[in-house]
Each structure stands twice: as C-alpha cells, then as structure tokens.
C-alpha cells in the first residue's frame, strides 16, 4: 500500500500569505497519479489539481502543484479568504488504487 | 453538468446493513471513461476510499472492507449504490459518491462529488 504523509498538519497564515503543503508517497509513484483536493467544513471535497501539476477546471492560478517521484507540493501563492479549508493529495495507481493522506488544514492566523 | 446525489437511510443499527445509492444524472454510469466510487469520512477524519465499480460491472474494494461490501451500477437508472454489512459505530461517517475520470486508463482525478450523507450506526 502506497502511504501518504503530508505536512504540517496546520498551517496558520494570514490572508495574501504564501502556503506550501507537502505530500510524500512511501513510494514513488507517476506524477499522471498524483491529484490535490480541498475541502471546506460541511462541503464534499473538491479537485483543485490533477496530474500533479494540472489545475482542474475552474480553478484559479494562484493554486499550483509540483514535484516527482515522492515528494509532491502544492502552493497557493496569495491565499483568499475562501482558501482557508483542508487540502488532500491523493494517489491513483497503487493497491489499493486510491489514497489519501491525512489532510492539510490551512487556518486563519 | 454532472450532478452526483446520494441517498439512503441515515440511521443504521448495529449489525444491519447500510444502503446507499448514487443518482447520476447529465452524465451516463455506462461510459467507458470513468470509475464511480464511494469514499466515507469519519466524524472529524479524513477521507477514505470504500470502492469503485466500473461501467462493465467490474469492481474494487478497499481490502478490511472486501468481505461485507458490494457496489453495483444500474444503467437503466443510471445509478449505482453501496451496501455495506456488519456495520458497527466505527461505520459512522459521511459517505460520498464520486467520479474518477480515467479516459484511456489516465488518471484525471474525482472531478463531481455529490455533497455526501451522514450515516449514523446506532441502536
């Protein structure tokens, strides 16, 4: 089972502030297999990033995804009132084919 | 646009089985490019994925769920739905269905979640 561990666990930031999660696989997996989401209380989560890189629609550049191999991250370069919510990476690919890590929650400072 | 909408009983007794059905509509069940899937959160957790079926009827299952889960698909509803048995409190959670986007055997990611439900396991 690929295991994903993301970091921190809290990240508190005030509005206009740069966020940096992190998601690492216990093993490496294909940058085509590596998905973002983000879920705010009482809401379904919703896909921001796919293919490690690929913004889904109607998602607004200042969210972006990187990395390869293990080590995966997402960057919202000014945060808006509304980013404040957990985000999820997500692997495709491995058995079980779907996992998620533990979250991100991106808090008001 | 793809709306995804769960229903089924939000109070389930220990030992019972839970059932949950998706209603799709302005998408078909039947297309080859997706995976539908059920996905649950704990109160207060993250996400965990129970299973997918595909459109040929073939599925998937989480393995410490594989011997009391089953999802099926019903094209002539466009629906598919979940049963789980056995189910205990630790089966309380938020269950949602969702749409894995696979053309061709990429991976595009859940793109339409339904906005889940709340299944309650208690006597």
Known sequence: EIVLTQSPDTLSLSPGERATLSCRASQSISINYLAWYQQKPGQAPRLLIAGASTRAAGIPDRFSGSGSGKEFTLTISRLEPEDFAVYYCQQYGGSPPFTFGPGTKVEIK | ?123
């Open chain 2, 1 to 123: 646009q793809v709306h995804l909408q769960e229903s089924g009983p939000g109070l389930v007794k220990p030992s019972e089985t839970l059932s949950l059905t998706c209603a799709v509509s302005g998408g078909a069940v039947s297309s080859g490019d997706f995976y539908w899937i059920w996905i649950r959160q704990p109160p207060g957790k993250g996400l965990e994925y129970i299973g997918y079926i595909y459109h040929t009827g073939s599925t998937n299952y989480l393995p410490s769920f594989r011997s009391r889960v089953s999802i099926s698909v019903d094209t002539s509803k466009n629906q598919f739905s979940l049963s789980l048995r056995s189910v205990s409190v630790a089966d309380t959670a938020v269950y949602f269905c969702a749409r894995v986007f696979v053309p061709g055997y990429n991976f595009y990611g859940m793109d339409v979640w339904g906005r889940g439900t709340t299944v309650t396991v208690s006597s």
